[in-house]
């Protein structure tokens, strides 16, 4: 079979979305390529999914609610064009992939271009309920189930395109914790791809499909996927537990502006990155054998919350602020100082952070390993992950039966407008 039949869709769809790889110097090069990214949301009677209503682009309470509908959570949809990219003040789905890419040997600012241009293509596809061009399998991709895909630059990505003045700091190097036991396996990468969706078929089939379409210009290196309590098991709105029992990610903004306070870059040090943000990826390996076996107030006392409804032990419902000074009739505090909540506690406004956690459980051969996926999305690691994630390493009950084993970080570029792709602002400045 020779290449650029109609029998080869790879080749076709590099040369219509691939750009200067392929199509450089070409009269086809400067026309198709920007109206197939630009490809928009489908029209006409039956086109496609209606997004889901309600979510007006907030994380409330925290990105951890989760919206009401009365639609089919098949066909929800979330928006995939905008200023900012979707999964990250997107309300919380209940599953979620991270994929970990390393750029090709000679990558370079045309090639990674190339690839950002197709996967641009490929979300905005796949998010709206199509399937990429050239997927025989389209039919996989009609219920995208509020998916959503969200990427990030790691420092080599910068490198590669003759950029490294442009990478955040703490995406280049972030500060050695006294209780980390790190595995390089779990390390930085080039790239991250966040794939989410309430619905795992959904999210294997884009994952598939991505890593497809990557595969010319980055290698997988690691895949590291979660979950959380299925949609319906709780009421709408709830804050989803951990695998520890706790509610996670009470602490989290719910009022818009303070979410976007939090979460949007100013682009005063990086101009590229205005309206961007950054993101922690920790793997959190947790002791569950032994944690199980607490009694119930002693797992209070570590987290200085209840288990039962998340309210923090001074007060009566989850939505309390935690009170690190409140005492007891005796005298003592009743948050003791080294609970988790009292130690991750912000203390400014620069140290907030929107956590958008996965619980993971796998088998080894060493036995079974269970934990969190610590997704920690912020305007500036520096101002925000770094001095808390200080504090909790200094002192933090949950230290005795928690281990940080994997750590990467990325600058998560702003979202693009239709007929643009993301990363633009980077790769076109």
Aim: with cysteine; charged share 20%; glycine share 12%.
């Amino acid at each position: 079979m020779t290449e650029g039949t109609p029998t080869s869709p790879r080749l076709s769809r590099r040369a219509l979305l691939g750009g200067g790889a392929v199509l450089a110097g070409t009269a086809l090069g400067g026309g198709v390529v920007g109206h197939a990214v630009g490809a928009g949301q489908p029209t006409g009677a039956g086109a496609g999914p209606t997004t889901m209503p309600g979510t007006d682009g907030v994380a409330g309470p925290g990105a951890a609610g989760r919206p009401g509908t009365s639609a089919v959570a098949g066909t929800a949809t979330e928006p995939f064009w905008g200023e900012h990219q979707a999964g990250i003040a997107t309300p919380h789905q209940a599953h979620g992939v991270f994929l970990g890419l390393d750029l090709a040997d000679g990558a370079d600012a045309a090639s990674v271009t190339s690839m950002l241009r197709m996967l641009t293509d490929d979300a905005a596809r796949l998010t709206s309920g199509r399937g990429p061009l050239g997927a025989v399998d389209a039919e996989l991709a009609s219920t995208p189930a509020r998916l959503t895909i969200t990427f990030g630059f790691g420092a080599g990505l910068f490198d590669a395109i003759g950029r490294p003045e442009a990478c955040p700091p703490f995406v280049r190097r972030m500060p050695a914790f006294t209780t980390d036991e790190l595995d390089r396996r779990w390390g930085p990468t080039d790239l991250l791809v966040q794939v989410c969706s309430e619905d795992p078929m959904t999210l294997t089939f884009a994952q598939r499909r991505l890593l497809r379409d990557a595969g010319d210009f980055a290698a997988l290196r690691w895949a590291q996927r979660g979950f959380l309590p299925a949609r319906g098991t709780e009421p709408e709105g709830t804050t989803p537990r951990n695998l520890m029992g706790m509610r996670d990610g009470t602490a989290n903004e719910s009022d818009p502006a303070q979410v976007a306070e939090v979460l949007w870059n100013d682009g005063r040090a990086l101009p590229w990155l205005a309206g961007g943000s950054q993101l922690v990826l920790r793997r959190i390996r947790i002791d569950m054998a032994t944690w199980d076996d607490l009694d119930l107030d002693v797992k209070e006392l570590a987290f200085g919350r209840r288990v039962a409804d998340g309210s923090p032990l001074n007060g009566t419902v989850e939505s309390d602020s935690v009170d690190r000074e409140a005492k007891d009739a005796q005298g003592f505090t009743i948050i003791a100082p080294q609970a988790h909540a009292a130690r991750a506690q912000a203390r400014t406004g620069a140290e907030r952070m929107i956590r958008r956690p996965y619980n993971y459980a796998i088998d080894t051969a060493k036995g079974a390993e269970e934990g969190l996926l610590f997704a920690a999305y912020q305007a500036d690691i520096g101002t925000a992950f770094v001095p808390v994630q200080k504090r909790l390493a200094e002192l933090d009950a949950l230290n005795t039966w928690t281990t940080h084993i994997g750590s990467a970080s990325y600058a998560v570029p702003p979202g693009a407008a239709q007929g643009s792709f993301i990363g633009d602002t980077l790769l076109r400045t």
